[in-house]
């Protein structure tokens, strides 16, 4: 079983810049997949980024291509999500989750084998 917490959410001014970390507890990352999402109020939750064992081959949604960047540190059992010139249209509760597979292809339909309880990201203009 993995525990995943996020840390880092806020109030943040538009263009400004936040950095969301995930941290796991009970197993290590190795060999899993990793990403983030983000659901709005009234949205479904969304794919923003994902990051694989291994070649550690980012992938992101279109609208934060340039903006964020997803990275792991495997020796802290941790990943980030480094969110900049962040626009009022981020305002979301982020979640973080870890998948068992290594390509994480999962993580693309919005599943995953294990998820953080989520932070909130508010964006004001």
């Known amino acids: 079983q993995v525990r995943l917490v996020e840390s880092g959410g806020g109030l943040v001014q538009a263009g400004g810049s936040l950095r969301l970390s995930c941290a796991a507890s009970?197993?290590?990352?190795?060999?899993?997949?990793l990403g983030w999402f983000r659901q709005a109020p009234g949205e479904e939750r969304e794919f923003v980024a994902a990051?694989?064992?291994?070649?550690?081959?980012?992938y992101y949604t279109d609208s934060v291509k340039g903006r964020f960047t997803i990275s792991r540190d495997n020796a802290k059992n941790t990943f980030y999500l480094q969110m900049n010139r962040l626009k009022p249209e981020d305002t979301a509760v982020y979640y973080c989750?870890?998948?068992?597979?290594?390509?994480?292809?999962?993580?693309?339909?919005?599943?995953?084998?294990?998820w953080g309880q989520g932070t909130q990201v508010t964006v004001s203009s």
């Open positions: 990051i694989t064992w291994g070649a550690d081959i980012t």
């Open positions: 989750a870890a998948e068992r597979d290594p390509e994480g292809e999962r993580l693309w339909d919005v599943m995953a084998d294990y």
């Open positions: 009970g197993r290590t990352f190795s060999g899993y997949a």
